[in-house]
């Protein structure tokens, strides 16, 4: 019989299997991820483009990065706007620029985005800076 990893347990035993084997190749991100799963839209930003929401799944995320599972595709250096809230309240509005852009086998893709810039959201209301809007990627569909 055989088995199908799931792209979750497919990471878990290669990150097990890693720390059991010096000689295995490094983790090349630069700063620790936290896991996580969160529910967000993102706007992507471009030049003579409608404001596009999109609903996207936060996976992990870093000091100064994120990570994400989006139904659309993003294309590198394509600036997005996150929301990104806090337990407590409040939040940050965050610009960010598409660094890499996966598809998955399960047609969903994977996005490993970079901070930019961000502002305060104190009451989740926050607008999205004029500046932000310049010098954008044009968005594609």
Request: with cysteine; aromatic share 4%; charged share 25%.
């Amino acid at each position: 019989m055989k088995t199908v990893l799931t792209a979750k347990e497919h990471q878990q035993l290669v990150t097990v299997l890693r720390e059991l084997d010096h000689n295995a190749i490094k983790e090349r991100r630069r700063l620790p991820r936290r896991k996580t799963l969160i529910n967000l839209w993102m706007q992507r930003l471009g030049k003579n483009a409608r404001p596009k929401f999109s609903e996207i799944l936060l996976v992990n995320v870093s000091t100064n990065s994120v990570g994400l599972l989006s139904k659309v595709a993003c294309l590198t250096g394509e600036k997005l706007v996150l929301p990104l809230p806090f337990i407590e309240g409040g939040g940050w509005l965050v610009l960010c620029e598409v660094r890499n852009c996966q598809k998955l086998v399960c047609g969903q893709f994977k996005i490993g985005c970079r901070f930019i810039d961000k502002i305060e959201d104190e009451n989740g209301d926050a607008k999205i800076p004029d500046q932000w809007r310049k010098n954008c990627v044009s968005t594609q569909g």
